[in-house]
């Protein structure tokens, strides 16, 4: 499909509004998994900036996200909280953690979370939010909506990615995209 940065496309035969969210959402995690290229667990456990973010912990996050999302939209869950002590844990890329581990586990959660969406009947079906102390009133979203969070949650970390990684060695995201084209960017205001 034209118009992405990358040539990945869903896993799943969709179309219409499915093939778009979806589309856009492996759009945003292959760019997520492009910012780890080349880097060794001890370089994605690193702070490039004052966030305690590392390219290990973002992308670790981004995948318990689809997880969790997934598992939201599956159970649909009228009494779910959120795991305050889950969420601390899905923020630390621990040594024991290799990137390779969670690439694959966003790869199979993004996987699993296209297959749950290409079985939906449509996406206006009601999916009960967890409770949390900043959201304490239950609401009801559309899985629509659940997907549209989902989509906004992955491309805020890819650009947090995007920071850390050019802090790290200088590797933007968009230059690991045009690597090898003669393209001849000019960062100066007022330049091309």
């Not at 910012?35 to 490039?48: H, I, V």
């Not at 973010?53 to 969790?68: M, N, P, Q, R, Y």
């Not at 890329?93 to 009947?121: H, I, K, N």
Request: one cysteine or more.
């Amino acid at each position: 499909m034209a118009g992405f940065y990358t040539s990945v496309t869903p896993t799943v035969d969709v179309v219409g509004e499915k093939l778009d969210l979806l589309s856009i959402l492996a759009d945003q995690r292959a760019l997520l998994a492009l910012t780890a290229r080349g880097l060794t667990d001890e370089q994605a456990r690193r702070r490039t900036t004052v966030s305690e973010f590392t390219l290990g912990s973002l992308i670790k996050h981004v995948a318990v996200v689809l997880e969790d999302n997934v598992r939201l939209l599956r159970e649909r869950d009228e009494t779910a909280t959120v795991d305050l002590a889950g969420v601390g844990e899905g923020l630390t890329f621990g040594p024991d953690e290799s990137l390779d581990q969670w690439l694959e586990a966003l790869t199979t959660a993004g996987v699993e979370l296209e297959r749950y969406v290409a079985d939906l009947d449509g996406l206006d079906g009601p999916i009960p939010q967890p409770t949390a102390p900043w959201a304490p009133e239950r609401v009801v979203w559309s899985a629509r909506r659940v997907l549209l969070h989902v989509l906004r949650e992955v491309a805020h970390h890819c650009g947090h990615a995007d920071m850390v990684r050019e802090a790290l060695d200088g590797q933007t995201t968009m230059g690991a995209l045009t690597e090898g084209m003669d393209i001849d960017w000019d960062p100066s205001p007022g330049g091309s």
